[in-house]
């Protein structure tokens, strides 16, 4: 059984930083493409940050240069660290593991105040 468990939302000030995790299980996490996704209230999911087992990231425009993806192979975790969060950036955040089938987390959310 494939579990992706989100962790670290939170409510934060505009400018401040949240470090979210998502723990995998039932999946050989090494060779997956591991994301973080976000949809706010009435908009589409979209893309944040994706990061391929060879350690190659992307980042959707809107958080380049703020947030940076990671994973920990041994422990079977992605990060998501964010910084100088906006009001924007407010919504729940996905995990996504991908290799040919999605698996997804049922979401942390991010509250970024003004």
């Known amino acids: 059984q494939v579990q992706l468990v989100e962790s670290g939302g939170g409510l934060v000030q505009a400018g401040g930083s949240l470090r979210l995790s998502c723990a995998a299980s039932?999946?050989?996490?090494?060779?997956?493409?591991m994301g973080w996704y976000r949809q706010a209230p009435g908009k589409q999911r979209e893309l944040v940050a994706v990061?391929?087992?060879?350690?190659?990231?992307n980042y959707a425009d809107s958080v380049r240069g703020r947030f940076a993806i990671s994973r920990d192979n041994a422990k079977s975790t992605v990060y998501l660290q964010m910084n100088s969060l906006k009001p924007e950036d407010t919504a729940d955040y996905y995990c996504?593991?991908?290799?040919?089938?999605?698996?997804w987390g049922e979401g942390t959310l991010v509250t970024v105040s003004s």
């Open positions: 996504n593991a991908f290799n040919i089938v999605d698996f």
């Open positions: 039932g999946i050989v996490f090494s060779v997956y493409r």
């Open positions: 990061i391929r087992s060879n350690g190659v990231t």
